[in-house]
């Protein structure tokens, strides 16, 4: 994608977290970034200390529902008339024993973090075809590596990259670049976690970003589909 200036983002669950810190990156790269989440609030704090207005859009908007993802894709469209890059970043873990797991917090993960990927990709795709866009998915290496009290977590996640390398091969005939990225331990709120400085051995929400701003900037004809990214030096403890 060549000079971002001016490109529109959409990243869902941009509030906090990883969302929030590829959010802070491409605007300072010069792009228009729309964020969601569940509660408007949370958005419209988000966006307030993200930057100005007329570059940064608050939605309120629940990846487990469809008909949210099509009204946020359609508030982008009428207020920038394009889309180039779609973040499906959103997504929850509740950790258990399979047998302990409620099906209450079994279906909140499916919804969020599977069908929601889904529900992002099929609002915005006639966008992504207009645009030559990126669809971008934040998977986990949970979606490579399984841990015990995990089951419904990995499930969710292993679900995302096999979805998003499969959608990669539907959507580059449109010129659509389709890329997920696995993180491992990065430093949020993820799962009620508080960031602290006892998180400065992981990645940060921001290095994310910059991974984000790398694959945009790559140039056209090469696609890195599939990125495991982990701390270069995990917790000695
Ligand atoms: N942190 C890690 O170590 C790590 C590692 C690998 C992958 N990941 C993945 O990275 C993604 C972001 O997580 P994070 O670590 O940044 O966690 P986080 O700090 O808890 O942020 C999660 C974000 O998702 C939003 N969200 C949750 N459910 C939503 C829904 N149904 N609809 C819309 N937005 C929703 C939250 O917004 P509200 O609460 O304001 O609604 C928040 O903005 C997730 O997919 C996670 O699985 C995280």
Known sequence: MNNLKNKVAYITGGSKGIGFGIASKLLKAGMKVAISSRLLEN????????????????????VSKLGDE??????????WGKLDVMVANAGVGHFAPIDQISD???????NTNLNGVFHSLKASVEALK???GYYITV???????FFANGAGYNATKFGVVGFTQAAMLDLRPYDIKVSTIMPGSVATNFN???????????????DIGELVLDLLNMNPRTLPSKIEVRPTRPDKK
């Open 104 to 110: 209450t917090l079994w279906h909140e993960m499916v």
């Open 130 to 132: 207009k645009s030559k």
């Open 192 to 206: 009620g976690h508080k960031p602290s400085k006892e998180d400065a051995w992981k990645i940060q929400p921001e």
């Open 139 to 145: 998977a986990s290496l949970a979606g490579t590596n």
């Open 43 to 62: 958005a419209e704090k988000a966006a307030k200390e993200l930057g100005p207005e007329d570059m940064v859009l608050a939605i309120a908007s629940d």
């Open 70 to 79: 099509k009204a946020a894709i359609k508030k982008i469209l009428d207020k």
